[in-house]
C-alpha cells in the first residue's frame, strides 16, 4: 500500500517562501514519477512540477506558471521529495498534494494549503 504524507504548507505573504515535503511509503525509486498538483477553490487540479522515476531533479518538469520560482527535488535517502516554493504570489493560494504514480496507477497524499496573502 502506498502512502503519502505532505507538510510544509501555511500562510506567507506575497514574494515569500515555502518548502512542502511529501514522505512516502518506500522509496522513491520505486516509483515511475513523483510530483506535486495543486487545487484552488472552483478550479481543476493542476500539475506544478514533476520528476520522473522520483529520483533525481535532472528530470524535472515544470508548469509555466512556476517556472523559475519553484523547485523540485528528491532524498532517496529520506524517501522525500521537496517543493521549494521562492516568490510566492496571491495566485499560488490552492490545496497542495503529493502525487506518485507506479504502474499506471496513481496515489495522492492528503493534501496541505498554501496561502498567499497580505
Known amino acids: 500500500q502506498v502512502h503519502l504524507v505532505e507538510s510544509g504548507g501555511g500562510l506567507v505573504q506575497p514574494g515569500g517562501s515555502l518548502r512542502l515535503s511529501c514522505t512516502a511509503s518506500?522509496?522513491?525509486?520505486?516509483?515511475?514519477?513523483m510530483g506535486w498538483y495543486r487545487q484552488a477553490p472552483g478550479k481543476q487540479r493542476e500539475l506544478v512540477a514533476v520528476i520522473l522515476n522520483g529520483a533525481t531533479s535532472n528530470y524535472a518538469d515544470y508548469a509555466d506558471s512556476v517556472k523559475g520560482r519553484f523547485t523540485i527535488s528528491g532524498d532517496s535517502a529520506k524517501n522525500t521529495v521537496y517543493l521549494q516554493m521562492n516568490g510566492l504570489k496571491p495566485e499560488d493560494t490552492a490545496l497542495y498534494y503529493c502525487?506518485?504514480?507506479?504502474?499506471?496507477?496513481?496515489?495522492w497524499g492528503q493534501g496541505t494549503q498554501v496561502t498567499v496573502s497580505s
Open positions: 518506500g522509496s522513491i525509486f520505486s516509483y515511475n514519477s
Open positions: 502525487n506518485a504514480r507506479q504502474g499506471g496507477i496513481d496515489y
